[in-house]
């Protein structure tokens, strides 16, 4: 099984400021046909299901502000957002879906400082 | 409008079963992978199982703290998903949610239903 290991697990950032959630994978979700890496980025707020804001490791869904960004660097992936703001407020999660299990990191709590 | 809507969730014992259903609307069910993804009180994202769609066969899989005890089907004729849960065990408590799959993204989520395993 492919164990997604995120830090963090918990960040507190001023209003404006940047905030740096990682993700690691235990081996390669690289598919070579398409030179995709298979990671998604979900946010849930308190109370509410997750939602998707970044797939295939750096591209943002539609309707997702621009202050949020994906990157990845082999097995390590990097969501960024570049200027936090208050309705940010949420625990995020990353998940790979290039092999079943599709398994989840464990989350990281993100509030304001 | 895409809508999932989960249901069937409830309080059972230990040992029970319980089947919850997944309604879709507003897209062609058959064309979608969809998901059953469950949160355990105050606790992570855990992937459950999947249902492929029809031009991959409907195959399932599924997570090995579930499989054996739990099953995924599906009523294409009534855009719906179904969880039948056996042999229910009190870590099995949680929110279930179903997701949809479209082009390689994990695109909408249910609003989820409570399943509550305890005597």
């Known amino acids: 099984d492919i164990v997604m290991t995120q830090s963090p697990d918990s960040l507190a950032v001023s209003l404006g400021e940047r905030a740096t959630i990682n993700c690691k994978s235990s081996q390669s979700i690289l598919y070579s046909s398409n030179n995709k890496n298979y990671l998604a980025w979900f946010q849930q707020k308190p109370g509410q299901p997750p939602k998707l804001l970044i797939y295939w490791a750096s591209t943002r869904e539609s309707g997702v502000p621009d202050r949020f960004s994906g990157s990845e660097s082999g097995t390590d992936f990097t969501l960024t957002i570049s200027s936090l703001q208050a309705e940010d407020v949420a625990v995020y999660y990353c998940?790979?879906?290039?092999?079943?299990?599709?398994?989840f990191g464990q989350g990281t709590k993100l509030e304001i400082k | 409008e895409v809508q999932l809507v989960e249901s069937g969730g409830g309080l059972v014992q230990p040992g029970g079963s319980l089947r919850l259903s997944c309604a879709a609307s507003?897209?062609?069910?058959?064309?979608?992978?969809i998901d059953w993804v469950r949160q355990a009180p105050g606790k992570g994202l855990e992937w459950v199982g999947r249902s492929k769609n029809k031009a991959n066969g409907y195959t399932t899989e599924y997570a090995a703290s579930v499989k054996g005890r739990f099953t995924i089907s599906r009523d294409d004729s009534k855009s719906t998903l179904y969880l039948q849960m056996n042999s229910l065990k009190s870590e099995d408590t949680a929110v279930y949610y179903c997701?949809?799959?479209?082009?390689?993204?994990?695109?909408?989520w249910g609003q989820g239903t409570l399943v509550t395993v305890s005597s």
């Open positions: 997701t949809r799959w479209t082009a390689g993204r994990c695109d909408y």
């Open positions: 507003g897209f062609t069910f058959s064309d979608h992978y």
């Open positions: 998940q790979q879906y290039y092999s079943p299990p599709y398994n």
